[in-house]
């Protein structure tokens, strides 16, 4: 039986001291930072600076164009509208009873906002490839109310301003807005330079408002790619003007569409927060909804039983062996890919669970031998990456191309891993740039039941208790364990770019996004933005020292308008981090 001694319990209550509760922000954790104790004020005067210019605070100011300043002003707004309309009073915190914000008697004031850009930016800076893109910061706030932001680019800027909003609170009178914590000293960097979401908004459709504010929470939580799983055999919800036909029979509703207009204000949406926006087309499998406007290039379209033909219905692959694919492609791309690449470095090919069988039903092939099928796949995938090339596009593909398929990949193509085990060994082990989203620890979907029904009888007790796939459910603690590099070489880690959660839609719609997202990919931000080794401890980052600052960051996603989920009872968000920690 496991219990806590009287002993050991007063044990972590005089330990715990030494490692006082952490309320003071900062998610995802700053690879260097030291923290005062003195109060300071913000108000709405505050002189800002942008190498050495000055920069009116504007309410709800928008980027006029891409550029450096531009961008900047506009993070400014973001940043101080956010702390004077948060309206986060900590109480909740703190005990009840506690003291826990300062006296108004005594009030000493920031006075300046001092940013330094130290180089220009690159033309990739707002669409680049992993690593292009120097985010990094140093932030320093005097105990005498100075303000000094330094970075090299203006995304670098973005982020320090992320971490400044987190050193800020909303007194309970209402009109004073204070940090506890001067003086402060950060210097920051991410570890990884890929740290994303992949959103499927083919088996749920999203609407603008749910996606831009996903892009918001992302910003707020130093995440910096969001993968739009667009199309896939359930629904195209894409409009392409050249084919109107796709989305206008291929959609659920005419309703449930993204036109060019929102693809662009998306994309642009996000590359003024620093969050690049790419797409998905999944091909040659998942792809069946292109046969309602299409039917003469899919095979195994809603062929039952489905789970011959795919992992889940309606099924349906492109025709390996047919020249009209290849030029159904050309023409969607022709369209397609001029309105993404101003904003987007890469262009994902999907490439996942293609079934051998769907290929027995095509005229062209009738087969499902893999001797057969892997030199069209082959020529397939060769000639679809050349046009995402000349479009200026990289490409990225699901793992089962290069390890299933054995397909031979140019060197910049990027390759997603989701099967986890020994995957991301294996695809650094040949070379390959990897993006990790191992669905052991990072599908955010899992644990919560199949989206399939069951017949009575014997199919039915079979079924019992109706769990998913991919269950149990990830939770905080679970994503917050992974390392993407765990057991591999220093040459192999140095070619995973990072990776992402995944929000595969089966089961979540705009009613549950929020609360099944976040605050758990705010989690894996901060393994992919911080690592999982604390610099300063060289130990594994803990939960007891993440909680806290976790349950703090959720606090201020919700006053935010995010529907973020608890992590634990309102008791331990109230109390120290010792007094929920299972011990023995």
């Known amino acids: 039986m496991l219990f806590q001694t009287p002993s050991l319990v007063s044990a972590l209550c005089f330990l715990y001291p030494l490692f006082p509760h952490p309320v003071a922000a900062v998610w995802p954790a700053p690879q260097k930072i030291t923290k005062g104790d003195a109060v ?94 120097d985010e990094s910061y140093n932030l320093t706030l005097s105990e005498t109310g100075e303000v000094k932001l330094t970075a090299v680019s203006s995304i670098g800027v973005l982020r320090g301003l992320e971490t400044f909003t987190q050193l800020f609170y909303q007194h309970s009178t209402g009109t004073f807005w204070y ?95 620093g969050v690049q926006v790419y797409f998905e087309i999944d091909m040659p499998g998942h792809i069946g909804s292109v046969s309602l406007s299409h039917p003469e290039l899919i095979v195994a379209y809603n062929e039952q039983p489905y789970h011959w033909w795919c992992a889940q219905p309606p099924c349906g692959a492109f025709k390996l062996n047919n020249t ?5 492609l050309e023409k969607l791309f022709d369209d397609f890919f001029p309105r993404i690449e101003p904003y987007s470095a890469y262009f994902h090919t999907g490439g996942d669970e293609l079934n051998k069988n769907d290929s027995m039903l095509d005229e062209g092939i009738r087969s499902n031998s893999s001797e057969v099928l892997q030199p069209l796949l082959q020529k397939f995938i060769d000639a679809q990456h050349k046009r995402v090339r000349e479009a200026g596009l990289t490409p990225v593909v699901w793992e089962e191309i290069p390890l299933e398929w054995n397909v031979t990949l140019g060197e910049e193509v990027v390759v997603q891993a989701w099967l986890g085990g020994s995957t991301v060994k294996k695809l650094t082990g040949k070379g390959h740039r990897v993006i990790d989203s191992n669905y052991n620890f990072w599908y955010l979907d899992c644990g919560r039941g199949q989206w399939i029904t069951w017949e009575n009888g014997l199919p039915f007790r079979t079924g019992y208790p109706f769990n998913d796939w991919c269950g149990p459910t990830k939770s905080w603690g679970l994503i917050y364990s992974h390392d993407p590099t765990a057991n591999l070489t220093a040459e192999e880690a140095k070619l995973v770019l990072g990776g992402e959660v995944a929000v595969w839609s089966e089961t979540i719609d705009p009613m549950n996004l929020d609360s099944i997202v976040w605050p758990r990919a705010s989690v894996a931000g901060e393994v992919l933005w911080s690592g999982r080794i604390d610099e300063n401890t060289g130990q594994n980052r803990s939960q007891i020292e993440a909680f806290p600052r976790l349950t703090e960051f959720r606090e201020r996603l919700v006053k935010k308008g995010v529907r973020a989920s608890p992590i634990t009872q309102e008791f331990c968000v109230q109390g120290e981090p010792w007094e929920c920690e299972f011990a023995m």
Do not use: C
């Not at 309410?59 to 101080?80: C, D, H, M, W």
């Not at 009209?324 to 159904?328: K, L, Q, R, T």
């Open 324 to 328: 009209a694919v290849d030029e159904f």
């Open 40 to 133: 300071l004020y913000l108000n709405q005067n505050i002189e800002v600076t942008y190498n050495g210019a000055f920069i009116p605070y504007t309410y709800g100011y928008t980027p006029s164009g891409f550029n450096s300043k531009e961008i900047v002003q506009a993070g400014i707004s973001r940043a101080l509208t956010g702390i004077f309309n948060s309206k986060f009073v900590p109480w909740i915190l703190h005990k009840p009873g506690a003291k826990y914000e300062p006296d108004l008697s005594e009030q000493e004031w920031l006075k300046t906002l001092e940013i330094i850009q130290t180089a220009e930016d690159d033309p990739s800076a707002f669409k680049p490839l992993a690593g292009e893109v």
């Open 179 to 273: 940090t506890p914590y001067a003086p402060v000293s950060i210097q920051d960097s991410p570890k990884f330079p890929h740290r994303g979401i992949l959103l499927d908004t083919a088996r749920h459709f999203f609407p603008l408002e749910d996606i831009l504010r996903t892009i918001d929470a992302m910003s707020w939580s130093k995440l910096n790619r969001l993968h739009v799983h667009v199309t896939d055999s359930q629904s195209w919800p894409l409009v392409i003007p050249s084919m109107p036909e796709l989305s206008e029979k291929g959609a659920y509703h005419p309703s449930e569409t993204y036109s060019p207009e929102d693809i662009e204000k998306i994309q642009k949406y996000g590359a003024y927060r």
